[in-house]
Structures are given as structure tokens and as C-alpha cells.
């Protein structure tokens, strides 16, 4: 049996309220939680990595600096960002706004935004490990054997012996496991290494190969149903 996807939160406030109204729905998502009362401590966590929630209460004046940090952070993925807060303005950087006071329904509301975010973001950014041989062949027709080491919904990671030029357009077929019928991929290099690994963007996919691939996809998430847990 396959897992939940587990996702992260670090919960920045003073406000014994706002920690133990988020607290238990966060639990209730199987989120798992950090309390960080310290904005500057937070910002150092954050821009290590591996957070995919931040839940900033807005009582502190260097709340606003943390929210910029993460913005003009250099990290791949970014996470999503619920801040509570005394109005319903709009802040720059800020994915969703609860407004205090805080109550397990408007909490409850504000999570589901966030987690649907999250999710979105994780299906964006996760990759499944095939290792699978394959045959490419770029605009000129030359061919060479790859190593196709992942996939997720945007593309795939190659490794090659020729490295690939980024820009270059690759076909080639693509069996699924426990499929039994390839997908028919084109792609474009986006990235490469000098170790012949290399990031390729999906530029076509027929409807019938998207829709094996998506259901592929499916049958390896498995994330927390929030409608039972939460409404």
C-alpha cells in the first residue's frame, strides 16, 4: 500500500489562538507541523528547504521581511504561504489570507485553499523513477540510446552518453510499467550536466498518451481526502 503524500508546514506565531485552531486542523490533514515564534529563525528554515506551508500570523512588523525572503529566494519550489491577518487586503506573495479571528470553520476554509495549492505544486514538481532504455532522435534525425531516469506530468529526466544541447527537440517511445503500451513523447532539453544527465520539457503528447499518463500518474499519488477530514 502506498503512502499519503506528507507535506510540511512551519507555523509562525505568538498567538496561542492562532496556534491551537491550526494546529488541530493541520493535524487533521496529517500535515506535518513546526512552531517557530521567531520570524528570523523561520526565514532561516524556509530557505533551506523543504517546506511547503508557511501559516504567518502578520502580529510581528518583520512578518512582511520573511514573506519578501521567501518570494526572492532562489528555491526550485517555493512554498505556499497563508498568512492570518486583522483584513482581508491582498498581500504581495501571499497564496491565501485568513482573517483573525481565527475560528475552526474560516481555518478549515483557508487550509483547503492552501492544500489544493500544494498539491497542484506537488504534482508539478514530483518525478517518479523509471530507469527505463530508450532510443532518442533529435530535428536532424541522429539517434542515440538514454536512460530515462523519471517522469512526472511535465516531463521527463534523461541521461545519455552525447550530451544533449538545451534546446533540442527529442522523440522517442516511452513504455509505462505495468502498462503495456508506450507513450509517444516529444521534448525539449531545458537543462543539462556534464554528466550527460539532462531535463526535458513535454511539447506534445496525443490525448490518448496524456490520459495513460495522468492515470499512471494517479495510481502512484495518494493524498489525504480532505472533504471527509475537514467539512
Same mark, same amino acid.
Not at 512578518?63 to 526572492?72: F, T, V
Not at 511535465?154 to 509505462?176: D, E
Given at each position: 500500500?502506498?503512502?499519503?503524500?506528507?507535506?510540511?508546514?512551519?507555523?509562525?506565531?505568538?498567538?496561542? $489562538? +492562532?496556534?491551537? @485552531?491550526?494546529?488541530? *486542523?493541520?493535524?487533521?490533514?496529517? =500535515?506535518?507541523?513546526?512552531?517557530?515564534?521567531?520570524? %528570523?529563525?523561520?526565514?532561516?528554515?524556509?530557505?533551506?528547504?523543504?517546506?511547503?506551508l508557511i501559516v504567518i500570523?502578520?502580529?510581528?512588523?518583520?512578518?512582511?521581511?520573511?514573506?519578501?525572503?521567501?518570494?526572492?529566494?532562489?528555491?526550485?519550489?517555493?512554498?505556499?504561504?497563508? $498568512? +492570518?491577518?486583522? @483584513?482581508?487586503?491582498? *498581500?504581495?506573495?501571499?497564496?491565501? =489570507?485568513?482573517?483573525?479571528?481565527?475560528?475552526?470553520? %474560516?481555518?478549515?476554509?483557508?487550509?483547503?485553499?492552501?492544500?489544493?495549492?500544494?498539491?497542484?505544486?506537488?504534482?508539478?514538481?514530483?518525478?517518479?523513477?523509471?530507469?527505463?532504455?530508450?532510443?532518442?532522435?533529435?530535428?536532424?534525425?541522429?539517434?542515440?540510446?538514454?536512460?530515462?531516469?523519471?517522469?512526472?506530468?511535465?516531463?521527463?529526466?534523461?541521461?545519455?552518453?552525447?550530451?544533449?544541447?538545451?534546446?533540442?527537440?527529442?522523440?522517442?517511445?516511452?513504455?509505462?510499467?505495468?502498462?503495456?503500451?508506450?507513450l509517444h513523447i516529444r521534448?525539449?532539453?531545458?537543462?543539462?550536466?556534464?554528466?550527460?544527465?539532462?531535463?526535458?520539457?513535454?511539447?506534445?503528447?496525443?490525448?490518448?498518451?496524456?490520459?495513460?499518463?495522468?492515470?499512471?500518474?494517479?495510481?502512484?499519488?495518494?493524498?489525504?481526502?480532505?472533504?471527509?477530514?475537514?467539512?
Amino acid at each position: 500500500m502506498k503512502s499519503e503524500v506528507a507535506f510540511d508546514c512551519l507555523l509562525v506565531s505568538h498567538d496561542p $489562538a +492562532v496556534l491551537g @485552531t491550526m494546529d488541530r *486542523i493541520l493535524q487533521g490533514l496529517s =500535515i506535518r507541523t513546526d512552531v517557530c515564534p521567531n520570524t %528570523s529563525i523561520a526565514a532561516n528554515l524556509v530557505t533551506d528547504g523543504g517546506t511547503d506551508l508557511i501559516v504567518i500570523d502578520l502580529e510581528s512588523e518583520h512578518s512582511a521581511e520573511l514573506i519578501r525572503k521567501i518570494c526572492e529566494s532562489s528555491m526550485r519550489q517555493k512554498p505556499t504561504i497563508l $498568512a +492570518v491577518s486583522t @483584513t482581508d487586503c491582498a *498581500i504581495p506573495g501571499v497564496h491565501v =489570507i485568513l482573517r483573525k479571528p481565527v475560528t475552526p470553520e %474560516s481555518g478549515t476554509r483557508s487550509l483547503n485553499a492552501a492544500y489544493a495549492r500544494m498539491v497542484q505544486n506537488y504534482r508539478e514538481y514530483t518525478r517518479f523513477a523509471l530507469m527505463t532504455p530508450v532510443v532518442v532522435t533529435d530535428e536532424n534525425e541522429t539517434a542515440q540510446s538514454a536512460i530515462v531516469r523519471d517522469i512526472g506530468e511535465g516531463g521527463v529526466g534523461l541521461t545519455t552518453k552525447q550530451p544533449l544541447a538545451i534546446g533540442t527537440i527529442l522523440s522517442f517511445p516511452l513504455p509505462l510499467p505495468e502498462v503495456g503500451s508506450h507513450l509517444h513523447i516529444r521534448a525539449r532539453v531545458l537543462w543539462n550536466r556534464p554528466h550527460g544527465a539532462a531535463g526535458c520539457k513535454f511539447v506534445h503528447l496525443s490525448p490518448g498518451d496524456l490520459h495513460l499518463l495522468h492515470a499512471w500518474l494517479e495510481s502512484r499519488y495518494r493524498f489525504k481526502r480532505i472533504g471527509s477530514t475537514l467539512s
